[in-house]
């Protein structure tokens, strides 16, 4: 069954997309947890990291470089910037088609409490 990303990149649902090529597609988070909150996506679906192969390597340093394109655009590189993935329950993964979280435009804090 198709996830709500697999949707957004086919366009059967909206979304705010901001950067699409053959390899990744990039939109805003509907729910952001930073001014800046764009989700960073393979256009092929791969549900976990665990689920990564070698032939995805180009895409996922696709997504990297995009990431770096946007935070530029944004205005948020030069004040740094954080790039997150989630992987299964315990790592917060809700939607399960892997995605990279960019997050800046303001002071982000620890990664963890203790």
């Known amino acids: 069954m198709p996830t709500i990303f ?3 990149i086919r366009g059967e649902i909206p979304g705010d997309i901001v950067y699409q090529d053959e390899l990744v597609t990039a939109f805003r988070d509907i729910q952001p947890q930073a001014p800046t909150h764009i989700l960073i996506v393979p256009n092929k679906a791969i549900p976990t990291v665990n689920d990564v192969e070698e032939e995805d390597e180009a895409t996922l340093g696709r997504m990297i470089v995009v990431a770096k394109k946007l935070a530029d655009r944004e205005g948020i ?15 917060g993964q809700e939607v399960f088609h ?12 620890r990664m963890l409490s203790r």
């Open 98 to 109: 892997i995605h990279m979280h960019l997050l800046g435009g303001r002071p982000l804090g």
């Open 6 to 8: 697999a949707k957004i």
């Open 77 to 91: 590189a030069k004040d740094g910037y954080r790039l997150i993935m989630n992987t299964n329950e315990h790592g």
